[in-house]
T-cell receptor, first 112, second 114 residues
Framework: SQKIEQNSEALNIQEGKTATLTCNYT??????LQWYRQDPGRGPVFLLL?????KEKRKERLKVTFDTTLKQSLFHITASQPADSATYLC???????????FGTGTRLTIIP | GAGVSQSPSNKVTEKGKDVELRCDPI?????LYWYRQSLGQGLEFLIY????????KSGLPSDRFSAERTGGSVSTLTIQRTQQEDSAVYLC????????????FGPGTRLTVT
């Protein structure tokens, strides 16, 4: 069956350091993979989408990599700030499939 | 501009009652999705509407759940004969449609069944 695993439920990182979150998937052949941020009591907010033919995507302090051989995506936040504290969700998606299946998320806390 | 809105924000109901949850998508978005998020669980897909096509109902957990989308805009998720395990946050999202489109989520409706 299809499975999405995100590293450790909670991750604590010192302010200013790089936070790296992992998303591993099995029994998917995703055409693309999306990352979302969710704050308590709010709906997820889209951050980045990376396609299967892209190795890396950047947006400001965010960087996503996508390794279809390892079946893994890494999400990096450089120069992390307390405001980056949130739960981060990944969603690998097969081609033609509109509905998103999310991992359970990683709760990131940036410690001042 | 206006985002996705949902109402009510909170709903407490007694077991066995029916509830209706409403979603107003972003104007011009042809795709609309319902998800459910239970405490400690990930987001679970429920149903997807795209334009005038038949909805994808593959995620609905039982026949007590149904949804409709009127006029290609507002959507209502109905849960009949609510059970305690239906307690969760119900999230609606919309997108422009097409493969790979980012989804815009509403704030959710927190449903508590007592």
């Amino acid at each position: 069956s299809q499975k999405i695993e995100q590293n450790s439920e909670a991750l604590n990182i010192q302010e200013g350091k790089t936070a790296t979150l992992t998303c591993n998937y099995t029994n998917y052949s995703p055409a693309y993979l999306q990352w979302y941020r969710q704050d308590p009591g709010r709906g997820p907010v889209f951050l980045l989408l990376i396609r299967e033919n892209e190795k890396e995507k950047r947006k400001e302090r965010l960087k996503v990599t996508f390794d279809t051989t390892l079946k893994q995506s890494l999400f990096h936040i450089t120069a992390s700030q307390p405001a980056d504290s949130a739960t981060y969700l990944c969603a690998p998606t097969n081609f033609g499939n509109e509905k998103l299946t999310f991992g359970t998320g990683t709760r990131l806390t940036i410690i001042p | 501009g206006a985002g996705v809105s949902q109402s009510p924000s909170n709903k407490v109901t007694e077991k066995g009652k029916d509830v209706e949850l409403r979603c107003d998508p972003i104007s011009g978005h042809t795709a609309l999705y319902w998800y459910r998020q239970s405490l400690g669980q990930g987001l679970e897909f429920l149903i997807y509407f795209q334009g005038n096509s038949a909805p994808d109902k593959s995620g609905l957990p039982s026949d007590r759940f149904s949804a409709e989308r009127t006029g290609g805009s507002v959507s209502t998720l109905t849960i009949q004969r609510t059970q305690q395990e239906d307690s969760a946050v119900y999230l609606c999202a919309s997108s422009l449609g097409g493969t790979g489109g980012e989804q815009y989520f509403g704030p959710g409706t927190r449903l508590t069944v007592t």
